[in-house]
T-cell receptor, first 114, second 112 residues
Framework: AQSVTQLDSQVPVFEEAPVELRCNYS??????LFWYVQYPNQGLQLLLK??????LVESINGFEAEFNKSQTSFHLRKPSVHISDTAEYFC????????????FGKGTKLTVNP | DGGITQSPKYLFRKEGQNVTLSCEQN?????MYWYRQDPGQGLRLIYY???????QKGDIAEGYSVSREKKESFPLTVTSAQKNPTAFYLC???????????FGPGTRLTVL
């Protein structure tokens, strides 16, 4: 069975600074990987996902994540954050082509300060 | 306009009352899910359904019940047996169980 560990529960940064939100997973088979974002009092929105192909995936708002199979990681990065990026971010994993549902990490709360 | 709707957005109930949360999707997805979210605890799966008229318990099913009579609808009932029902409830759906889940806007339930 898969599992996901988000190493930091809270990450405070200043506006325009770079940020990395860490995600490690455990699985014995090939995986799909996802990052979701949740703004206060809203549902989760898909930010980006890795299914196959290029190990670097990008979102439309400047985030990117790199699938590293040897380190079983899928860290989320942004070179320069904005106040509006303040939100909670969830990493999730599922088996490629499998019959098991997504497994979510516990989330990382990103706070961007002026 | 395709998506998932949850109603109501805010719900207040007295202790001991059953309450039903609505979840509807027009994405033609087979799988649907209910999660509970409490501060600092991430998402916890209550129930999920892969097909009409079938559903499975998640990690915290006690005190909850669901039905899946139509592909589009997956209502959740919070019963009086649920010891601490005050929480934010999220519904989601996906084409396949292992595929991308799409979430509704959530219902915040407060039991007084």
């Amino acid at each position: 069975a898969q599992s996901v560990t988000q190493l930091d529960s809270q990450v405070p940064v200043f506006e325009e600074a770079p940020v990395e939100l860490r995600c490690n997973y455990s699985s014995s088979v090939s995986v799909y990987l996802f990052w979701y974002v949740q703004y206060p009092n809203q549902g989760l929105q898909l930010l980006l996902k890795y299914l196959s192909g290029s190990t670097l995936v990008e979102s439309i708002n400047g985030f990117e994540a790199e699938f590293n199979k040897s380190q079983t990681s899928f860290h989320l990065r942004k070179p320069s954050v904005h106040i509006s990026d303040t939100a909670e971010y969830f990493c999730a994993v599922s088996e490629e082509g499998g019959s098991e549902k997504l497994v979510f990490g516990k989330g990382t709360k990103l706070t961007v300060n002026p | 306009d395709g998506g998932i709707t949850q109603s109501p957005k805010y719900l207040f109930r007295k202790e001991g009352q059953n309450v039903t949360l609505s979840c509807e999707q027009n994405l033609n997805h087979d799988a649907m899910y209910w999660y509970r979210q409490d501060p600092g605890q991430g998402l916890r799966l209550i129930y999920y359904s892969q097909i009409v008229n079938d559903f499975q318990k998640g990690d915290i099913a006690e005190g909850y019940s669901v039905s899946r009579e139509k592909k589009e609808s997956f209502p959740l009932t919070v019963t009086s047996a649920q010891k601490n029902p005050t929480a934010f409830y999220l519904c989601a759906s996906s084409t396949l169980v292992a595929d991308t889940q799409y979430f509704g806007p959530g219902t915040r339930l407060t039991v007084l």
